[in-house]
């Protein structure tokens, strides 16, 4: 017979009961949970982000500003090598009345004068030659690039929504741009070499004139050593003395 109390007695009973109660609720609790975590959710629904249009639309009013600038530098090279080449033409043809000038009025100079003012202007026409090609090699580039505006275009607005349209555009806009680029690149270096054969062409044509001078305002030859005896014409059967000219 145990002699302790009830209540202890019962409690110590209960004890082992308690204890695995204790451990198969934490142990369901904790399955529980490892169901919850990994059981299997329905995929939540994305919400579709709007589509920022500003920024498509930034972009367009960008490759179109490009190109405007582009374009206009075009236009205006080609404006430039039309009056360089109108200019050119009008000296070539000053020049050349130049030339006759001082042709016909050359004395019998000295001959060093006469080949140095020919060289001089061989060396103006040369260079003058070489930058009116340039130029003419420059206005000669015509070529533009053309933007669609055809029937598929239309439909292609239609189907297509705004920020679309503004990316189409904005491509389209970009290979004018760069196709321009290339133009102007090429239009600017025949423009710089004509620039330096009209440098050349100038300095070519103001030595030139001070030979031109020299040769016209040289004394001539004195030809007191070199006289030429004409026949004496006869006057009545008579033969006169023979006479001299200078």
């Known amino acids: 017979r145990c002699k302790m109390p009830a209540a202890l007695c019962l409690r110590l009973c209960m004890k082992p009961v308690l204890l695995s109660w204790k451990s198969k609720m934490r142990m369901s609790s904790a399955f529980k949970n490892f169901l919850e975590e990994n059981r299997v959710r329905p995929p939540l629904k994305r919400e579709k982000k709007a589509v920022d249009v500003d920024k498509y639309k930034f972009l367009f009013e960008y490759q179109k500003a490009s190109f405007d600038a582009e374009r206009d530098r075009y236009f205006k090279f080609e404006d430039k090598g039309a009056k360089y080449l109108s200019h050119i033409t009008i000296f070539i043809g000053l020049y050349v009345f ?13 001959i060093l004068f006469e080949l140095l003012y020919f060289l001089s202007v061989f060396a103006t026409v040369f260079f003058g030659g070489r930058a009116w090609m340039a130029i003419f090699r420059c206005v000669k580039i015509n070529s533009f690039f053309k933007m669609p505006c055809d029937e598929e275009l239309i439909m292609f607005f239609k189907k297509n929504k705004r920020d679309g349209v503004y990316l189409y555009l904005s491509k389209l806009y970009s290979k004018a741009t760069m196709f321009y680029e290339e133009k102007n690149l090429e239009r600017g270096q025949l423009l710089a070499t004509a620039h330096k054969q009209i440098i050349a062409t100038g300095f070519a044509f103001v030595v030139s004139v001070v030979f031109g001078l020299l ?6 030859k004195s030809l007191t050593n070199q006289q030429a005896t004409l026949p004496a014409p006869l006057h009545n059967g008579v033969k006169d003395e023979p006479t001299t000219r200078r």
């Open 98 to 110: 130049l030339i006759k000038i001082f042709t016909d009025s050359a004395n019998n100079s000295p």
């Open 215 to 220: 040769w016209v305002c040289a004394p001539a």
